[in-house]
C-alpha cells in the first residue's frame, strides 16, 4: 500500500515558476515508477510526467517538454515536479501518481495509486 500526498500548488502568473512535491508512505516507494497527471476543468486526466524507479529515466508530454523536470529522491520517499515558464494553459489540478506497469507508465489507467491532487492556477 502506497499513500501519496501532493504540495506546492498555487496561483502563479504566466512565466513564473512552482515546484510540487508529493511525498509516499510505505516501505516500497523505491519500486515504483512515478508520474504527474493534470485534469483541467471539463477534460480529461492527461499525461504529464513520468520517472522511473531508479530515477533514471524520464518522459514527459509535449506540451511541457522543456518546460517542467520531473525527478525523485528514494531516501526521502519523494517526487517532484519542477515548472518553469509556466502558461494560462497549464492551469489544472496536479495529481500524483504511482504504478509498477513500468511499460505503460504514461496511461493514467494503469497507475495503481493517486494522491488527492493540488490546484495550479496560472494567470495571464
Known amino acids: 500500500q502506497v499513500q501519496l500526498v501532493e504540495s506546492g500548488g498555487g496561483l502563479v502568473q504566466a512565466g513564473g515558476s512552482l515546484r510540487l512535491s508529493c511525498a509516499a508512505s510505505g516501505r516500497t516507494f523505491s519500486s515504483y515508477a512515478m508520474g504527474w497527471f493534470r485534469q483541467a476543468p471539463g477534460k480529461e486526466r492527461e499525461f504529464v510526467a513520468t520517472?522511473?524507479?531508479?530515477?533514471?529515466?524520464?518522459s514527459y508530454a509535449d506540451s511541457v517538454k522543456g518546460r517542467f523536470t520531473i525527478s525523485r529522491d528514494n531516501a526521502k520517499n519523494t517526487v517532484y515536479l519542477q515548472m518553469n515558464s509556466l502558461k494560462p494553459e497549464d492551469t489544472a489540478v496536479y495529481y500524483c501518481a504511482a504504478t509498477r506497469d513500468y511499460v505503460n507508465a504514461v496511461v493514467p489507467d494503469t497507475q495503481q495509486y493517486w494522491g488527492q491532487g493540488t490546484q495550479v492556477t496560472v494567470s495571464s
Open positions: 520517472v522511473s524507479w531508479s530515477g533514471f529515466v524520464t
